[in-house]
């Protein structure tokens, strides 16, 4: 019983965090700068890494709290794009790859996704779109071990990868592997004002061709 009523009070915290932060019609969820982004990673002649990251990451969420369901969209500008060569960043925002001129905005887009999965972990479904190609992902997120009771919002971590070819970056496949690591860690400003951010692991999956 005594767990039943700490599950019920979970619940009702991780509810009560997200509605403080939105409106009947959704809204911005202002996020820590200094912490949220978005990681990426690729393999060089199969020995090595390459990393970097966006900085510029924005999140929209709408929450039916009727049905307990919410519809997530995030957004990430690719001229926030660092990597430790200048020169890398060029080529990253380029024609080749992200042709940042053009298509300058990667964006997640998710609806109906139960609030429980937050909490408990689970199966997270969206659409990824990058370059004017939108693909499905799939992403498992593990349980989210924050303390609702400490924080208003917790941060939340989701990590995994995405293949280069799938939307149609294919230069210098002889060079750079096909698959890129990715990481996306999200940090309310909320959640990182009053305590040290802290975020579960996950891993995010292509769907099965």
Same mark, same amino acid.
């Given at each position: $019983?005594?767990? !039943?009523r700490q599950a019920v009070r979970w619940s009702v915290a991780l509810i009560l965090a997200l509605l403080c932060c939105l409106n009947a019609h959704g809204r911005e969820l202002l996020l820590d700068p200094e912490y949220s982004r978005v990681r990426f990673s690729i393999p060089v002649l199969w020995l090595f890494h390459r990393e970097g990251d966006f900085s510029d990451l924005a999140l929209h969420v709408d929450v039916d709290d009727a049905t307990g369901l919410a519809d997530i969209e995030a957004r990430v500008q690719v001229? #926030? =794009?660092? $990597?430790?060569? @200048?020169?890398?960043?060029?080529?990253?925002? #380029?024609?080749? /790859?992200f042709d940042a001129l053009t298509h300058p905005e990667i964006r997640f887009t998710a609806s109906a996704v139960p609030l429980a999965v937050l909490r408990d972990g689970g199966e997270l479904a969206g659409q990824l779109s990058l370059r004017g190609v939108t693909r499905e992902?799939?992403?498992?997120?593990? @349980?989210? @071990?924050?303390? /609702?009771a400490a924080l208003s919002y917790c941060p939340f971590e989701l990590a995994g990868a995405i293949q280069r070819h799938d939307y149609g970056m294919n230069a210098r496949r002889g060079i750079l592997g096909d698959e890129v690591s990715v990481a996306i860690?999200?940090?309310? =400003? !909320?959640? #990182? =004002?009053g305590a040290a951010p802290r975020a579960a692991t996950a891993t995010v999956q292509p769907p099965e061709h």
């Open positions: $019983m005594c767990a !039943e001229a #926030s =794009a660092r $990597m430790d060569n @200048p020169a890398d960043v060029a080529t990253l925002k #380029s024609r080749d /790859y992902v799939r992403f498992r997120i593990a @349980p989210d @071990p924050c303390d /609702y860690r999200i940090v309310p =400003a !909320e959640a #990182s =004002a």
